[in-house]
């Protein structure tokens, strides 16, 4: 799962293991991106040790959140509706607390407790350590708002439970907040600026994974390349830093490089990557390392020009297509997956044939496709009239989609023929008979189940392919 919104996941209830002596019930869903869900489990971790043991039964919970995105409209009008339901069932049980968390809870605070008054409790994604106190206030009948941006916040101290895992595979945060000011996005207002954790804390997180026997780990930011470890602080203020702390300074190529060799029989993924900071050292780095999988998710959301200037994108698409033909001369078998958004303010039929060309000349494995949605609170929603017609914006979606999808199809009949490492995830969704696993480039494989396990590294012969998913025979277990 990107940075972008999985539609799978969302609205996903966890549930843990019960700790003795915990005597309340947390319900807790999640909308939105990889972010949102890997806070959910930071939040799982700090009301564990206040007496809370999760439930997926609504009915029977004391304290119910739901971890809110404000990236679309539509997961906003999806917590809403859940909102409704959960003020429902507190008439029967009038005891029961309700909470936001997260970028709704930080752009909409006033709304939920003050005019519409269906939340006792707003949380900020920089606020969570300070859950108890909140949760204090609203069990003496108060209600509580903590909605303070952090310059240092990263929960690099916090040991996250792993909520829905499958015990093979999980997000490690490396950054929190983001400073590149996309005029479509509201993350720099929810999240605040961008700052990032303790290179000693993330290897700290991984080991406790290895440990716990997981495969692979994905290293989780708004924008993975700017990551930038100088002794703490926002990274704007880098250069202020000492000349010590920036002949220490560690940026995303030596943290990767440093968690690659420290776990080689790790398999390791990052997300999400950012045209205008991506370094070339970034990608040698992931050429230089057998288990750094070779997929980089990298957003260009507009083939035009003009559009990118106008969506604050500090990249033309010339300096785009440029670093996508050296990822593919440094790393010829890497997967590249894109977002794309259709429809945003001023864009023309030559603005939208762009993008068009943009996909067929570098021809994505996989993308993610919307049409723009104006939020409120961001520049382009405060600058720019919504001025496309609705009925214009679905059928240039749609164009991008159809081309997307023929892309997708020419990308996995390449894998025809070749035998490929797939880490076995789980049971393919439509036979239990069969095993579902990703490969390096992060696509979907499906073979028969034979002997091996969850969590097996496999070696498989692909034999047939959908636009989307490879189908194989096993043939092996391979060395890692």
């Known amino acids: 799962m990107e940075k972008i919104i999985n539609e799978e996941n969302q609205g996903q209830s966890i549930a843990l293991d019960k700790i003795t002596g915990n005597t309340r019930k947390l319900y807790i869903e999640s909308y939105g991106c990889a972010m949102n869900f890997s806070d959910s489990e930071v939040v799982a971790s700090i009301l564990s040790k206040e007496g809370f043991d999760t439930t997926q039964i609504l009915e029977e919970a004391d304290l119910v959140l739901v971890n809110t995105c404000s990236i679309r409209e539509k997961a906003e009008l999806t917590v809403r509706k859940r909102l409704e339901k959960f003020n429902a069932v507190k008439k029967t049980r009038p005891h029961m607390k309700v909470g ?26 920089d606020a969570y350590k300070d859950l108890p106190n909140l949760i204090q206030e ?23 439970v792993r909520l829905q895992s499958n015990g093979v595979s999980a997000f490690v945060s490396i950054t929190r907040g983001c400073d590149n000011m996309c005029t479509f996005c509201v993350v720099p207002f929810t999240r605040g600026r961008e700052r990032s954790r303790e290179p000693q804390s993330i290897l ?40 010590m702390q920036k002949a220490t300074a560690v940026n995303f190529s030596t ?66 297509i440029a670093l996508i033909d050296n990822i593919r001369r440094i790393l010829p078998d890497c ?27 570098v021809q994505y494995d996989f993308g993610y496709m919307y049409s723009y949605s104006e939020r409120p609170g961001t520049m382009a929603a405060r600058k720019l009239e919504d001025d496309v017609p609705e009925e214009v914006k679905k059928r240039r979606l749609a164009e991008i989609i159809a081309v997307q999808r023929e892309n997708g199809h020419i990308k996995t009949r390449q894998h025809l023929g070749k035998i490929e490492e797939v880490l076995i995830e789980g049971s393919s969704k439509k036979s239990d008979q069969d095993w579902m696993g990703r490969n390096s480039q992060n696509a ?21 392919c959908t636009s989307a998913t490879l189908l194989g025979e096993a043939i092996e277990l391979a060395d890692n």
């Open 444 to 464: 979907v494989v499906i073979f028969a189940k034979g002997n091996y396990n969850i969590g097996d590294l496999v070696r498989v012969k692909i034999t047939d």
């Open 204 to 243: 700290k997180e991984i080991q406790d994974l290895h440990d716990k026997n997981f495969k692979e780990i994905t290293l989780l930011g708004q924008n993975v390349d700017s990551y930038l470890w100088y002794g703490g602080g926002l990274k704007k203020e880098f250069e202020k830093a000492t000349d």
């Open 335 to 361: 997967a590249i997956s894109q977002d794309m958004i259709s429809g945003f303010p001023t864009e023309t039929e030559e603005d939208h044939q762009a993008t068009l060309d943009v996909l067929k000349r």
């Open 255 to 320: 943290l990767l490089d440093m968690v690659a060799k420290k776990f080689p029989k790790m398999r390791i993924r990052f997300s999400t990557s950012n045209p205008q900071d991506m370094t070339l050292d970034v990608i040698e780095t992931v050429a230089k390392h057998k288990n750094i999988c070779n997929h980089i998710h990298l957003p260009v959301q507009s083939g035009s020009n003009r559009i990118l200037k106008e969506m604050n994108r500090l990249h033309t698409i010339e300096e785009y």
């Open 138 to 160: 609203i069990d003496e009948g108060r209600d509580a708002v903590n909605v303070i941006l952090s310059k240092e916040e990263t929960y690099g101290d916090i040991s996250p």
């Open 100 to 125: 936001v968390l997260g970028c709704m809870a930080e752009r909409l605070k006033s709304k939920f407790l003050e005019e519409e008054k269906i939340v006792d409790m707003v949380v900020g994604p």
